[in-house]
């Protein structure tokens, strides 16, 4: 399965951007979008995902980003954040609504392309 396999992939970048206190969040943001992401989505257009491995996505997603964003700390007492709480820090869309979009734009370059090539074949 191609998702697992880039999951395994980003390996030690993990320890270093995670567990590393003195980095910004606004810089593990930009790692993540810049490295982690499209390690994890590449090929992402001709993937075909059942429900089991849409929810893989969506938690290792949020797992990153709740290691991004930290706890919260309420009262003198800390907490992880919770999903909708990291979705209005994150304010993207999460990455099955960004896997479908590249899906269909994938699916209109490759419209195009047939086109093309029966034009070429009518003259």
């Not at 399965?1 to 910004?24: D, H, Q, R, T």
């Not at 090929?43 to 089991?52: A, C, P, R, V, Y």
């Not at 491995?53 to 007492?77: A, C, S, T, Y």
């Not at 869309?93 to 070429?120: C, Q, T, V, Y």
């Amino acid at each position: 399965m191609p998702v697992i396999k880039n999951m395994e992939s980003i390996g030690g970048l993990w320890v270093i951007m995670f567990y590393v206190s003195c980095m910004f969040f606004v810089t593990k943001i930009r790692i993540y979008k810049t490295i982690i992401y499209p390690i994890l989505t590449y090929g992402s257009e001709t993937w075909i995902l059942n429900k089991k491995e849409e929810k893989q996505l969506i938690v290792f997603e949020n797992k990153i980003l709740r290691k991004i964003f930290g706890p919260i700390n309420e009262d003198n007492v800390w907490r992880k954040r919770h999903n909708y709480e990291i979705r209005e820090l994150y304010k993207e869309p999460d990455i099955i609504a960004e896997l479908k979009s590249r899906r269909l734009r994938w699916l209109g370059h490759i419209l195009r392309k047939k086109g093309r090539l029966n034009s070429k074949f009518m003259e």
